[in-house]
């Protein structure tokens, strides 16, 4: 006899209360750091086989992912807005609750996401020259984004599926319908790219596709029961406070997200001073760079659920402990994963572009950003905590620390007095600094939880 809701109610907060918080992490950040990776590989995917075409068609690639980012910023506000608060109901016990959230967060979604398309498609040249195109860039940028608007609806509400289902302990479904779609999108890459000679355009059908299968896998997750958060039109909530406690939750990840987006749009006018190649090769950096810090960002995620889940059942001493081990375990991870890259980052450079001009700001760009990943986890586990439990103010300070008051100055000074130098060191100064500020926020946080099952 299959258990009925109730009863696999309480199997998830006893799994949630009870599991010993370092196996907890450990299981639930897996399929997230799995989940990461696949998502970036198909992001390299596109990086690579694009910069095949050209070095501008290759800087494109920068340039679209300023673009999305701006969908990404409204998805994982809304997702992990949503996600934080349904993981406090169901610690609290409150299902119906956290259906409405669910619900809620999932149709705003759409409509959001919707309107950043159409906008998106009535102005996509001059859109794309904001974000930092150059004139020979600009073609290949737009047959790309067109198609990567196509699919915003639906890459922004897989953001919000994917972390309601991780803030549920339910991080191996999320997987699932990430690694299919990333797995999808890296297959038909070189069909489309390079068979079908359809070039960058390609590439954006690609991963338009993608995003549809991968959207519909996660979705079955919720409509065949395997979850407590339900999508319907009749949880859909009313009440206005509602939906501005699901931005404020998530806020952090708007601002984070978003100044991501203006973050890459600054480097791409800071480096087209250069010329394409420097595009080309900070577009490749970020990249690359990215797969380290996808695995810090997974190893977080896997904390997010469990200091969330517990929080909301007052047991504050497995916040911390979750806490404390998540940092450890996942600055080792970034410390030996960026070593690697350290020592091939010539050879990684030139795999994905060899052009002299290419690899010779490469290079010591990615070594340079691999020294700062050592401190990554410092500054986003913190941030990531204090999301997770509902603390909107301190968690949206820190968001706005590494692409933001960090990174801003950074990419506005060093340039103008060190050249292409401040290009290279913008990103890694600004990582070191927005983990300085981070650690007198985890400190407090360690020392102020109160004892167990106590306000």
């Not at 990086?47 to 409204?74: D, M």
């Amino acid at each position: 006899m299959k258990p009925t809701p109730t009863e696999k109610a309480e199997r998830q907060f006893q799994k949630m209360t009870q599991t010993p918080v370092t196996k907890l992490v450990l299981a639930l950040s897996v399929p997230t750091v799995i989940s990461m990776l696949v998502s970036n590989i198909y992001n390299i995917a596109d990086t690579y086989f694009v910069s095949s075409i050209g070095t501008s068609a290759s800087g494109a690639v920068g340039i679209v992912f300023a673009l999305q980012a701006i969908i990404q910023a409204f998805g994982f506000m809304i997702g992990h807005g949503a996600g934080s608060l349904v993981s406090l109901s169901l610690g609290g016990k409150d299902v119906e609750r956290a259906k409405k959230l669910a619900s809620s967060a999932f149709f705003a979604a759409l409509i959001f996401s919707g309107t950043i398309a159409v906008l998106g498609e009535i102005f996509i040249t001059p859109l794309m020259y904001l974000l930092g195109s150059t004139d020979t860039i600009l073609p290949y940028a737009t047959q790309y984004a067109r198609y990567i608007l196509a699919a915003a609806p639906l890459m922004c509400v897989s953001f919000v599926m994917n972390n309601i289902l991780r803030y549920e302990g339910k991080a191996a479904f999320a997987m699932i319908g990430i690694t299919f779609g990333g797995l999808l999108n890296v297959a038909l890459d070189p069909l489309f790219i390079f068979t079908l000679k359809m070039g960058v355009a390609g590439a954006g059908l690609a991963t338009a596709l993608s995003q549809i299968v991968g959207a519909g896998l996660l979705l079955s997750m919720f409509l065949t029961g395997k979850t407590q958060s339900k999508f319907s039109p009749k949880y859909i909530s009313r009440h206005l406070r509602d939906y501005l406690k699901i931005f404020r939750t998530g806020a952090p990840s708007l601002l984070r997200q978003g100044l991501n987006s203006i973050a890459a749009m600054l480097l791409n006018n800071a480096a087209g001073v250069y010329g394409d190649a420097a595009v080309a090769a900070m577009s490749i950096v970020g990249r690359v760079s990215f797969v380290v810090f996808a695995f810090g960002i997974g190893i977080g995620q896997g904390l997010q659920p469990v200091s969330s889940f517990n929080y909301g059942a007052k047991l504050y001493s497995r916040v911390r402990r979750a806490f404390v081990f998540t940092l450890i375990y996942g600055t080792t991870v970034c410390t030996v994963l960026s070593g690697g890259v350290f020592l091939a980052a010539d050879f990684i450079i030139a795999k994905f572009r060899d052009d002299p001009e290419v690899i010779a700001i490469g290079t010591p760009a990615l070594k340079a950003q691999c020294v700062a990943m050592t401190v990554a986890m410092l500054m986003q586990c913190t941030n990531m905590l204090y999301q997770s439990i509902g603390k909107s103010g301190p968690a949206t300070a820190l968001a706005s620390l590494r692409n933001g008051v960090c990174f801003i100055p950074m990419i506005l000074l060093l340039p103008r007095l060190l050249g292409v130098d401040g290009i290279i060191l913008a990103q890694p100064c600004a990582d070191f600094l927005a983990a300085g500020i981070s650690l007198p926020f985890a400190l407090h946080f360690i020392r102020s939880l109160p004892p167990d099952d106590k306000m």
